[in-house]
């Protein structure tokens, strides 16, 4: 009597069904992930190529942080910028940058409604304790401060 074959059944080896579907389901799984991961995900309706601004469909984009300033030196923009670079503020004014501060924990900078101040969140490095069950007990706290500083750049924060 000859033995009945699985479907699935490679080279003499019997695979049931069963495991060949979650083996391609994982496949299927990983190749999305990938795409996520690398931004490069088809979701526009539209046939552009997915350059430019972002308009024109095409592929999906992870947009770039509000927070995050890019600055050419060699672009002629008017006015004056406020960024944080390696968590120092910084003011750009055509192609000249000032750094600010120094400390390296400054962040959400914002120019006051008439131009005269930054004011900026500078964090600190706390102990802080709780109690817990009638036990103290210590964090390490990230504190943050409200600061400002002169939009000139000519006093300190």
Do not use: C
């Not at 308009?55 to 942080?65: H, Q, Y």
């Not at 406020?82 to 501060?101: D, P």
């Amino acid at each position: 009597m000859k033995a009945r074959r699985t479907a699935g059944e490679v080279a003499g080896a019997r695979l049931p069904i069963g495991d060949l579907l979650s083996l391609v389901g994982l496949i299927a799984v990983a190749v999305v992930s990938l795409t996520l991961l690398t931004g490069n995900l088809p979701l526009g309706a539209g046939g552009g190529d997915g350059g430019g601004d972002g308009g024109g469909g095409g592929a999906f984009r992870t947009p770039t942080p509000s927070n995050v300033v890019i600055v050419d030196p060699r672009a002629d923009v008017p006015g004056t910028i406020v960024y944080v670079k390696a968590g120092n503020i910084w003011l750009q004014h055509g192609e000249k940058a000032v750094a600010l501060t120094d400390g390296g924990r400054d962040a959400m900078p914002s120019f006051t409604a008439d131009g005269q101040w930054i004011y900026f969140i500078r964090t600190a490095d706390e102990l802080g304790r709780w109690t817990v069950g009638g036990v103290f007990a210590r964090y390490l706290l990230d504190m943050p401060t409200l600061m400002r500083v002169p939009a000139d750049g000519s006093g300190p924060a």
